[in-house]
């Protein structure tokens, strides 16, 4: 028998599968079909700094900060796997208060989720890094639970920047925050949200980081954005996540997907001779691999001297 047990955050799990903050894990209902499909932990959905500041009063709409603990109360109660509740915010300040809450009601740990967009002009980037930084350092001030960094792709030098985190206190780092992209209305002329669901590309990027990253740092990796099968789930141990999270698999097809992905993930480890996912993990990381150079330029130069050779036009 496959042994899929892991750890993530310090916290002790069933198997690396972890069903990331979405619709689904804002309903009771659906947390109970997750847990009995397979999942291991568990991230609910975001409460934001705005809700919490008042600065967006159509977030009313949304769970409230008092309906957001009670969600987490509940979710402790219904579930027996691991409960992550989720912070969205951008700067330290009063917010982070709202933290110390969700610690008492019940949550396993936290996914502080920076999401920043930078739009105004002047701002430089070590001042956009400089401050999520603080907001990591901050959270860990006020929390006593594991903390996990939710962040974008979008630094100058995300290695190091991976390093500040860590050192400000993260324990976790989950790569990465998948942002949305506005759309256009023609007729109505208004700029629309818009909300597409990931696919299977998307995960390269990822790939890429934990493989550089595995080892490298005292922190948890998770896998987020583009994890649909347990092939994926295959891909993300070999780089050397601890855990893949799933949302837009989940949405597509349901919470009773994470079983397949379980057995497709069971399946292969037996089929290669595994009997445990810490004998893959980081197996083809930059530090496990026998071409380390293939995580930086080299794939790059690769790919194009192997079209041209091809016939296909260098680019």
Same mark, same amino acid.
């Given at each position: ?41 568990? @991230? ?17 709409? @949304? ?253």
């Amino acid at each position: 028998m496959v042994d899929l047990r892991t750890g993530y955050l310090g916290l002790r799990l069933r198997s690396p599968l972890v069903a990331s903050a979405s619709p689904l894990t804002g309903n009771l209902d659906d947390l109970r079909r997750l847990e009995a499909a397979g999942a291991a932990a568990v @991230v609910l959905p975001s409460l934001f700094q705005e809700q919490l500041s008042g600065e967006r009063p159509e977030l009313e709409r @949304v769970v409230g900060p008092v309906e957001y603990l009670t969600l987490v109360e509940r979710a402790k109660a219904a579930l027996s796997i691991p409960v992550i509740a989720s912070l969205n915010g951008t700067a330290a300040g009063s917010w982070l208060e709202h933290a110390r809450q969700v610690e008492k009601a019940g949550a396993d740990a936290v996914e502080l989720n920076v999401y920043v967009v930078a739009a105004r002009f002047g701002l430089d980037g070590h001042e956009i890094e400089l401050e999520c930084v603080d907001l990591v350092h901050a959270a860990r001030q006020v929390l006593g639970i594991p903390l996990a960094v939710k962040i974008g792709p979008f630094y100058s030098a995300m290695a190091n920047m991976a390093l500040r985190l860590a050192e400000a206190g993260a324990d976790g780092l989950v790569l990465f925050n998948r942002f949305y992209q506005p759309d256009i209305d023609v007729e109505r002329l208004e700029v629309a949200p818009t909300l597409r669901l990931s696919t299977p590309e998307e995960l390269r990027l990822r790939l890429r980081w934990i493989g550089i990253l595995h080892r490298q740092l005292p922190v948890s990796l998770a896998a987020t954005g583009g994890v649909h099968s347990g092939q994926d789930v295959v891909k993300a141990l070999l780089a050397g996540a601890d855990v893949a999270m799933l949302a837009s698999a989940l949405l597509r097809h349901g919470p009773e997907h994470l079983s397949r992905v379980e057995a497709e993930l069971r399946a292969w480890l037996a089929s290669h001779g595994h009997d445990t996912v810490d004998q893959v993990r980081g197996l083809l990381s930059r530090a496990g691999s026998r071409d380390p150079a293939a995580y930086e330029r080299a794939n790059y130069v690769s790919l194009l001297a192997s079209a041209t050779h091809r016939g296909a036009p260098p680019r």
